[in-house]
C-alpha cells in the first residue's frame, strides 16, 4: 500500500484481462477511516488497513463490492452502496448495511450521482482538496487520460456521458479512478478531454 496523497493510500489489483490495474483506497480521517472500493488484497495489506480502523466501507457501483466483506470482517465497519446497486451486492454475498445517496456527505466526501454504467454508480469529491474519486463513470488509460469502459458493461451510455459532463464542471485536480492510473494533475482536463471526445 502507498501513500499517492496526504492522507490517501491506495493498493492495486492487476487484472490481466483488461491490461490495467484495480485500485482499492483508504482514506484517513478524523471522523473515521474510509475504505472504498477494495480490491483483493494481500494479508499484509489487510493487516494495514484494519491497523488504523475502518468506520465504512463505500462502493461506487455495484460491481466493486469484491474485497468489501473481507474488510467488514476483519474490522466490522459498516458497507455503504446505492440503493440502486444494492441488490447486485447483496445477491453475491456483500452484507450491505447503509445506503449512499447523492447529497450525502461521507467524512470528507460529497456523494455526487454518477448513474449509466449502472443505475446507482456515485463518485465522491472532497471540494476542499479539489479530489474527485470514481468508480467505474471512466477508467485511467492511457496514463493521464481518460477513457469509458466496453460498450458491453453500460447499462444506459447517454446517461453515463451526461453524468461525466456533470462531473467535469465539479472542482478538481486530482481524479482517482477504480480501474487504471489515477490523474494526479490535471485530471478534470482528462476528464474534459473524454467528455469532448464522446459529445
Given amino acids: ?27 484517513r480521517h478524523p471522523e473515521g477511516n474510509l475504505c472504498i472500493d477494495p480490491v483483493e488484497m494481500p494479508d499484509d495489506v489487510l493487516e494495514e488497513i484494519s491497523a488504523g480502523g475502518v468506520a465504512r466501507v463505500l462502493l461506487t457501483n455495484r460491481n466493486h463490492f469484491r474485497a468489501s466483506m473481507r474488510v467488514k470482517e ?18 453475491r454475498g456483500t452484507a450491505v448495511d447503509d445506503e449512499l445517496r447523492p447529497g450525502d456527505r461521507i467524512g470528507p466526501f460529497e456523494v455526487v450521482d454518477a448513474h449509466g454504467k449502472s443505475p446507482g454508480e456515485i463518485a465522491l469529491h472532497w471540494p476542499e482538496r479539489r479530489i474527485l474519486l470514481v468508480g467505474d463513470a471512466c477508467v485511467g488509460k492511457p496514463p493521464g487520460e481518460c477513457a469509458l469502459l466496453p460498450d458491453g458493461v453500460i447499462d444506459e451510455k447517454p446517461a453515463l456521458i451526461e453524468s461525466l459532463r456533470k462531473l467535469a464542471r465539479l472542482e478538481f485536480d486530482s481524479l482517482l479512478v477504480g480501474d487504471g492510473a489515477p490523474v494526479l494533475e490535471g485530471g478534470r482536463a482528462a476528464l474534459q478531454r473524454l467528455v469532448a471526445k464522446l459529445s
Avoid: C, K
Avoid at 75 to 90: Q, V
Fill in 74 to 91: 476483519r474490522t466490522g465497519a459498516r458497507i455503504a452502496i446505492h440503493p440502486a446497486d444494492a441488490g447486485f451486492a447483496r445477491q
Fill in 1 to 27: 500500500m502507498r501513500e499517492i496523497l496526504p492522507g490517501i493510500l491506495t493498493w492495486a489489483w492487476f487484472s490481466a484481462r483488461h491490461g490495467y490495474d484495480f485500485n482499492g483506497w483508504l482514506v
